[in-house]
T-cell receptor
């Protein structure tokens, strides 16, 4: 079955701490992977995406993610988080060229000032 | 950037009534739009794919007669929750793509539906 799973459901960090959120996917075919962020009261925004090429993808606001095919993973990282990074983070997999997205369960990140 | 809007942002209705939610792509044409449902503290669940000029494609377990989708133009898709019940209360989110090869979806701000 096609699925995307996120291991961390709720993460609490202090400012300046490093962040890594896990994401694993389970499906064959074309692999398109995304990380979206949902700030409180706002709509989902694209952080970064991977379609092909360099497996290390850099996104907005200092975020990056690495696609590791052998591990079926696409973990999100940021070397130093800020209070403004407090949000819900979703990993998603795109199904080929359909445009459909399968979302992970989401991770709530709380950054303490 | 690509902007997707939804209207209304919040709606409260009585059980048994129908509610229509609009999703618009403001600065691009979208041949395909998607409707998701998000329960509190949970992830987004894809409900259906809305195709301009043709019938929507529903995901398994989603009632077609309950959630009517119409994609009347390249910039507008509507979701009508018919004969709404309290269990239909949820956050409904639409997304739209430009239709390019990157498949990036742009999300609307969502509609909070509360059925009393």
């Amino acid at each position: 079955a096609q699925s995307v799973s996120q291991h961390n459901h709720h993460v609490i960090l202090s400012e300046a701490a490093s962040l890594e959120l896990g994401c694993n996917y389970s499906y064959g075919g074309t692999v398109n992977l995304f990380w979206y962020v949902q700030y409180p009261g706002q709509h989902l925004q694209l952080l970064l995406k991977y379609f092909s090429g360099d497996p290390l993808v850099k996104g907005i606001k200092g975020f990056e993610a690495e696609f590791i095919k052998s591990k079926f993973s696409f973990n999100l990282r940021k070397p130093s988080v800020q209070w403004s990074d407090t949000a819900e983070y979703f990993c998603a997999g795109g199904l080929g060229n359909t445009g459909k997205l399968i979302f992970g369960q989401g991770t709530t990140l709380q950054v303490k000032p | 950037g690509a902007v997707v809007s939804q209207h209304p942002s919040r709606v409260i209705c009585k059980s048994g009534t129908s509610v229509k939610i609009e999703c618009r792509s403001l600065d691009f044409q979208a041949t395909t739009m998607f409707w998701y449902r998000q329960f509190p503290k949970q992830s987004l669940m894809l409900m259906a794919t809305s195709n301009e000029g043709s019938k929507a494609t529903y995901e398994q377990g989603v009632e077609k007669d309950k959630f009517l989708i119409n994609h009347a133009s390249l910039t507008l898709s509507t979701l009508t929750v018919t004969s709404a019940h309290p269990e239909d209360s949820s956050f409904y989110i639409c997304s739209a793509g430009r239709g390019d090869s990157t498949d990036t979806q742009y999300f609307g701000p969502g509609t909070r539906l509360t059925v009393l």
